[in-house]
């Protein structure tokens, strides 16, 4: 059965600083992957996602994620974080072929001034 | 995202009382789908539809209905709620042959 782990509840980043939101996942043949972002009292915005091709992949906001094979992890990246990034962002995976998607629990990342 | 829009935003209910979150969409995309959140558990599938003839029972589907009564409209009931449905819920479309899904501005419901 395909599983996502977001082994960290909260990420407290310096705004200028970088960040790294983690992402382990579970899944039987090719993993479709995901990461999304909810601003308070908002749905889900699509950041990116990996499907096949380059392990980096390149999204919204500045924000970059790597797929990593050997080791089933997606981080979510940014070279420079910003307070309007406060946000809480969920990875999910692609199961039952792409039609259903199945999240993590959540990471809430908080950029202080 | 304004092209995915739920009615209502919030509402309270009691126990025992029917209720009707509806979903509707105007990206033209052929599926829909329903979520509840609740803290520290992330997003859990409710049902999802592949067309109006196609609805499918997702991971949590006890106590829950849907209708899609056409392609632009996907609902949800509760028939009879009960306290721990009190949730998060939201709609998502995807068009076909695509990967990401589109998230509405869900519908914050508690059940007293």
């Known amino acids: 059965a395909q599983s996502v782990a977001q082994p960290e509840d909260q990420v407290n980043v310096a705004e200028g600083n970088p960040l790294t939101v983690k992402c382990t996942y579970s899944v039987s043949g090719n993993p479709y992957l995901f990461w999304y972002v909810q601003y308070p009292n908002r749905g889900l915005q699509f950041l990116l996602k990996y499907i096949t091709g380059d392990n980096l992949v390149k999204g919204s906001y500045g924000f970059e994620a790597e797929f990593n094979k050997s080791q089933t992890s997606f981080h979510l990246k940014k070279p420079s974080a910003l307070v309007s990034d406060s946000a809480l962002y969920f990875c999910a995976v692609g199961g039952g072929g792409y039609n259903k998607l199945i999240f993590g629990a959540g990471t809430r990342l908080a950029v202080h001034p | 995202d304004a092209d995915v829009t739920q009615t209502p935003r919030n509402r309270i209910t009691k126990t025992g009382k029917r209720i009707m979150l509806e979903c509707s969409q105007t990206?033209?995309?052929?599926?829909m789908y329903w979520y509840r959140q609740d803290p520290g558990l992330g997003l859990r599938l409710i049902y999802y539809?592949?067309?109006?003839?196609?609805?499918n029972k997702g991971e949590i589907s006890d106590g829950y209905s849907v209708s899609r009564q056409a392609q632009a409209k996907f609902s949800l009931s509760l028939e009879s709620a009960i306290p721990n449905q009190t949730a998060l819920y939201f709609c998502a479309t995807r068009k076909l042959a695509t990967y990401e899904q589109y998230f509405g501005p869900g519908t914050r419901l508690t059940v007293t």
């Open positions: 990206k033209g995309h052929d599926r």
């Open positions: 539809s592949f067309d109006v003839k196609d609805i």
